[in-house]
């Protein structure tokens, strides 16, 4: 007999996986690995600021959605810098600095908050957003995750000839007549939502690297487009739901498990080279 | 009506001049080759016309309309070290980006009449059979050709190109220049081509501009391209040469300068 707890893990890996299979090359291609750290550096900012307004409020649902607006404003803002003529990597590391700052003023908050509240289950700890809680996840986490993420999956296979043409001649589609500016923001917004989307599955610390790595190792052994997307779909399925079974035996956080995988896959493949 | 008009124009970047008092007329069908050292403008003055650019003062007209207006009249052909080339498209994608940004937002499905016409400026340029190849791994001037098969998709009056010859080998110069050459005579399409070497273009250009921040000479290639005016601009070991009656410029080093970083 499945405990239930692991079928809803495993099904939410399979949503996760489909999305950041498809965004990890995009990311790769368009170079957006540094703004997707800076992103993921707004989800803590968010969830803490969201454990603050949900420790107030005492609804704990605050903190997933004060994390994705959150995260929605700091893009948005890195797009608008950019717009103005900040390079992104200036822009993006302007924002990452006031959001770091804030984190750690947020985290002084917090602390003070919790401690007026004792007596209120404080299920989501912080934790489980630096290191992933896939076990932990109710239904109603499940269900946010297959409807939101079905959402973005079609606006990105929609949208993804766009976000290819953008990453391989801004001018080009420019003069055209596209809207680069628009698929843009679109993109960096789809980066932040599944960002909040995911994150307290997969953990903070390893979100980076298993939105990066599967998109690099693919375009390591492929040139072909739908090549690359099948190999990043098919590492980051085979990576997610080796991790949770893993997991699952042995009592390792399966973030922990993929993300080693990942490293191993792309270090060797480097070293084949 | 002149294809393109500029009256005292000067170009801007905030409080930089760029380009200063510029004035000259190109006839439509003409080809207009565009000569000056790095720095001089020429960039600057394409992506002026094409519309990019928009802080200029003065009178600027395209086919009678101001550059923003003539949008849908003019192909411009970046210089081609600013594609991201890790992105793997393949030639007929790059291509059909010409024509499909005319309508939609979404463009999952590739729209059919977009590859008929990309199959068909694949043809004129003679890259048929290379529709399918990865754009990454043609030659640098299959490379060019392609990016003037998308610039023609789009049936353009004006056609802008950026150094289309540099970075490529004789042969490919070559290559491309023979297609220009073709875009001339059968299209009859008004082309702006900047370039570090004149020589394999020669042949093409009805008009000749030489530019430093100012316009420094405008004419005929044989008006232009007299020692004087070259080494004014050139330095002292430019100069000009005719063998068998076709004009060469010898400018120096500056044909290494001409590699972008
Ligand atoms: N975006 C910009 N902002 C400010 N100044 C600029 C900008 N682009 C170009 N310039 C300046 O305008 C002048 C003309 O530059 P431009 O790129 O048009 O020269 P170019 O003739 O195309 O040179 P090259 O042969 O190197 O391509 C240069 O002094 C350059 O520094
Ligand atoms: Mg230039």
Known sequence: MIPEYLIRALLASVMIS????????LINMKGLAFLTHATFHSLLFGAVLGMILGLIFENLELVMWTALIITIVVVLTIAELEKKGFTPDA??????????GLTVLSFGILYKVMAEKPYFPFSENIVSYLTGEVFLITLNDLLTLVIGGAFIFFLMILLYRDFLYISFDPEGVESYGGNVRVYLMILYVIVGAIGALIVKTVGLITLQVIAVLPGAIAMMVSSNIKK????S????????????VMAYKTNIPPSGIATIMLGAIYGVLLFRR | ??????????????SYRAVEGLNFKLEEGETLLLLGPNGAGKTTLLKTISGFHRSYEGKLLIFGKEPAEAKELISYVPQSHSLNEVVPLKAIEVVSVGAIYKEGFFHFRFPKNAI?????ALNFVGLKHEAEKPF????????QRVLLARALISNPKLLLLDEPLSALDPSARAEVAAVLGKIKREKKITMIITTHDINPLIEIGDKVMLLNKKLI???????????EIIKSVYGPLARAIKVESRLYCITGDVHLMGGHL
């Open chain 1, 91 to 100: 822009a993006v590391g302007i924002i990452a600095s006031f959001v770091a």
């Open chain 2, 116 to 120: 008929k016409k990309a199959k068909e």
């Open chain 2, 1 to 14: 009506m002149e294809a393109v008009l500029a009256e005292n124009v000067n170009i801007l970047y905030d």
């Open chain 1, 233 to 244: 779909l098919f590492l980051t399925l085979t990576v997610e739901l080796l991790s949770i």
């Open chain 2, 217 to 227: 000479a405008f004419g005929s290639p044989e008006e232009v391209l007299r020692d």
């Open chain 1, 228 to 231: 690359i997307l099948a190999v």
């Open chain 1, 18 to 25: 489909v999305l950041l299979g498809l965004l990890s090359p």
């Open chain 2, 136 to 143: 990454n791994k043609l030659s640098g001037g299959q490379k």
